[in-house]
């Protein structure tokens, strides 16, 4: 059964920083795009950053390039979000998902399987 499992959220100050995980198995890791995708109340879902698939580049989104980076640790089966320089208007639920054809950011462009999300809260 495909799973993926987000953790490492929470509260954090304005500036400060976070790593969030998603854990995945049963299915082949490095055969998937992953991306890092979050949806604050009242707003649509919104895409963060992807890894491509073998892990070979990364792609963000121009809001948070520079402060935030994607990364994997293919024998773990993890994929990793780096937040760095946190703005209140990072507060989201955030989600990642995996797609065999995903091929962008938007979070209907080929993403199949997702997390359940995880709360990261950013006070001002």
């Known amino acids: 059964e495909v799973q993926l499992a987000e953790s490492g959220g929470g509260l954090v100050q304005a500036g400060g920083s976070l790593r969030l995980s998603c854990a995945t198995s049963?299915?082949?890791?490095?055969?998937?795009?992953i991306g890092w995708f979050r949806q604050a109340p009242g707003k649509e879902r919104e895409g963060v950053a992807y890894?491509?698939?073998?892990?070979?580049?990364?792609y963000y989104a121009d809001s948070v390039k520079g402060r935030v980076t994607i990364s994997s640790d293919i024998a773990k089966n993890t994929v990793y979000l780096q937040m760095n320089n946190l703005k209140p208007e990072d507060t989201a639920v955030y989600y990642c998902?995996?797609?065999?054809?995903?091929?962008?950011?938007?979070?209907?462009?080929?993403?199949?399987?997702w997390g359940q999300g995880v709360q990261v809260t950013v006070a001002s």
């Open positions: 890894i491509s698939k073998y892990s070979d580049s990364q």
């Open positions: 998902g995996a797609g065999f054809f995903a091929y962008g950011l938007g979070p209907d462009e080929g993403y199949e399987h």
């Open positions: 049963g299915f082949t890791f490095i055969d998937y795009q």
